[in-house]
């Protein structure tokens, strides 16, 4: 049953069509009495025919409506009018209709015009869609027809072939050439096999495999066809087509490729939300465990009997905190103090102090001049650049040489869209070693948290230096890659894009207790890091306000804002994190001092807030001294 829609602004008219329809067998979808509703109905609808009044109030009359339905939905329209007017027949043929029904409508006119409209539109697509597929198969498949033998000799072949391999197809038929001539040795197994189930009565076939054009290039064909085999099972001879599939063979790869880092992409950043929030939770006990350690030996001097157990736990959960750094610098929005940087300074700096413990490694560095600049966490990139030299030197055990560079370059749109970056210039820095190198099943799991080849219980980790170094340079907005082939070494690739920011040195905070006076504002929904924290900063001289979250925190600076010389906010808290507390904050006092403090950052938001104009940030856990000297900094800049 066709579907029909009825569009007239007269409401009678339009019942007493939608009743004749009805009672002619066709579905009248609905009832539209202006262009606007047509529109809104045909899309909702998709009937296969509208009659369609020419003159209707409203913006749009009859004859816009139909242009947009005919043009967005390719729905026939018939317009319908009690109007003769020459000028308004123009205008109406001008939007292409399918009919022209004048007003009062008589039956057998109404069922001719919507049938054939409706042939027409049935006629139309199939033609369309064989066209279609015509078109795709004469363009994209440049059949070859041929003949031959199992020997490999061609009978014939027509003369497209010179337009595939380059090699006339003279050169076949007269035998100068046969086809195992031309196809890479290694498929011509696949042939022969063929011919071997055509002897057990599996006569057709489809196969793809590659030919060497005359050219030299690298093809992939696809051929079917027919094995003709004798009563005694003798092949007799071969017949079928083939085309040039290379450009599909080459899409579907790319495809793959694409889906594979898609795949990977994923893996890594859900593992690294989970290894942000263990890192997190445990950064905030290490505070505990820090904080309190550092109090007890600001109350003893060194010959105290357990003062170097003390300074033992300190060293401890500093080293706690350089793994959960690893685990941050996976993790994603892990970066935090991103400054201008020149990385061949970075560069000279960590290879030398790596070049002084690895005598046996020769450290060759080629630096690119006017080196751009980019915008990193330098702590974070140093580690990067650390856990490749040392992945390096595990690959050359006995000594090799090492080599880096840096190169200034810009990235097209092709190379960086697989990793959903923007085109432009980036900063290359290249680390080449020449120790054993990886096969491809290492190679591709490189970047894979926890994955090592190592044996387990050497003691020499466990496999998460290099899924960090991934974590850095892809929070930095970076590309990293590895090219290496078993037994010829590895060559590491990263590119993280340059900045237009300049280079600001900053002077050194001295290795002491800063104290002072103030009163500060300490926030945190953490009971045993509220504990310590007061303790510590009341052992460093200041008056201490404690809230538990950050509306308490709001309802206390509200009050006592004049007496508050600093708000240390925690960036991570449930209901009202930090950051929205800062802007509360900073609407009530635009010149508020707030440092901000955490376990990590979730996708850039330590940053994001620095960016608003908070004053600095301290990673958990944190010295004493360097608590104490941030404070002094942010307190005295006026």
């Not at 966490?377 to 000594?399: C, F, H, K, R, W």
């Not at 290249?430 to 219980?457: A, H, N």
Request: with cysteine; charged share 30%.
């Amino acid at each position: 049953m066709h579907k029909v829609l009825v569009t007239d602004d007269e409401a009678y008219i339009a019942t007493q069509i939608e009743e004749r329809l009805t009672s002619m067998g066709y579905d009248v979808v609905g009832v539209a009495s202006s262009g606007e509703e047509a529109i809104d109905m045909s899309r909702t609808f998709v009937p296969d025919l509208v009659l369609m009044d020419i003159v209707m109030p409203g913006k749009l009359n009859g004859i816009g409506a139909a242009r947009i339905i005919k043009d967005e939905l390719d729905i026939p329209v018939i317009f319908l009018t009690a109007y003769t007017e020459d000028q308004l027949i123009d205008e109406a043929k001008n939007a292409e209709p399918f009919g022209y029904i004048v007003k009062p409508l008589q039956e057998r006119e109404i069922k001719a015009a919507i049938e054939i409209a409706i042939h027409k539109k049935d006629v139309d697509r199939q033609l369309h869609e064989s066209e279609k597929k015509y078109r795709l198969l004469v363009s994209n498949i440049p059949c070859v027809v041929f003949t031959g033998y199992k020997d490999f000799s061609v009978d014939f072949i027509d003369d497209k072939v010179e337009e595939l391999t380059g090699y006339s197809s003279e050169d076949f038929n007269s035998r100068k050439l046969k086809w195992s001539d031309i196809v890479i040795e290694d498929d011509i197994q696949k042939i022969v096999e063929d011919f071997t189930n055509a002897l057990k009565g599996d006569k057709k076939y489809s196969r793809k495999y590659r030919i060497k054009s005359k050219e030299g290039e690298i093809l992939w064909i696809w051929e079917k066809g027919q094995i003709t085999c004798d009563d005694q099972r003798e092949i007799l001879f071969v017949s079928g087509v083939f085309s040039d599939i290379t450009h599909h063979i080459r899409v579907e790869e790319e495809k793959r490729r694409l889906e594979d880092k898609l795949h990977q992409a994923r893996k890594m950043e859900s593992i690294g939300i989970l290894a942000g929030g263990i890192a997190h939770d445990f950064n905030n006990l290490l505070m505990g465990i820090q904080g309190n350690a550092s109090l007890t030996l600001l109350d003893m001097d060194s010959t105290y009997p357990g003062y170097e157990r003390l300074k033992n736990i300190e060293q401890y959960t500093q080293n706690g905190a350089e793994l959960t750094g690893q685990l941050l610098g996976f993790a994603r929005g892990g970066k935090y103090e991103v400054k201008p940087t020149d990385m061949n300074e970075l560069i000279k700096k960590s290879s030398s102090m790596f070049g002084r413990t690895r005598k046996e490694i020769k450290i060759y560095r080629k630096y690119q001049e006017d080196i751009w600049t980019v915008e990193v966490d330098q702590g974070q990139i140093e580690q990067t650049l650390l856990n490749l030299y040392v992945n390096a030197s595990q690959a050359m055990p006995g000594g090799g040489n090492l080599y880096l560079q840096t190169e200034n370059i810009t990235l097209d749109e092709n190379y960086v869209k697989p990793y959903d970056l923007e085109p432009g210039r980036y900063v290359k820095i290249s680390l080449t070693d020449s120790g054993v190198g990886m096969d491809e099943e290492t190679k591709d799991r490189i970047f894979d948290p926890f994955f090592t080849t190592k044996e387990m219980g050497s003691g020499k980790g466990i496999g998460l230096g290099l899924a960090s170094v991934y974590g850095i340079i892809t929070n930095h907005g970076g590309i990293i890659n590895v090219q290496s082939k078993k037994g010829e070494g590895a060559t590491f690739n990263i590119y993280l894009p340059a900045s237009e920011s300049e280079i600001i040195t900053e002077k050194k905070l001295p290795e002491k207790f800063l104290r002072g006076t103030e009163t500060v504002l300490f926030v945190d929904d953490e009971k045993f890091i509220i504990s310590i924290s007061e303790d510590i900063l009341k052992k460093l001289g200041y008056t201490v306000l404690i809230a538990r979250n950050g509306k308490e925190a709001i309802e206390i600076y509200k009050e006592k804002q004049d007496d508050i010389d600093m708000v240390l906010l925690d960036m991570i808290m449930p209901e009202m994190g930090g950051g929205e507390t800062y802007d509360i904050l900073k609407k009530i006092n635009p010149d508020i001092k707030v440092l901000l403090s955490s376990g990590y950052s979730i996708e850039g938001q330590a940053t994001e807030i620095l960016e608003r104009g908070c004053d600095g940030f301290i990673q958990k856990p944190f010295k004493i001294e360097h608590l104490s000297q941030i404070m002094r900094r942010i307190l005295e800049d006026k």
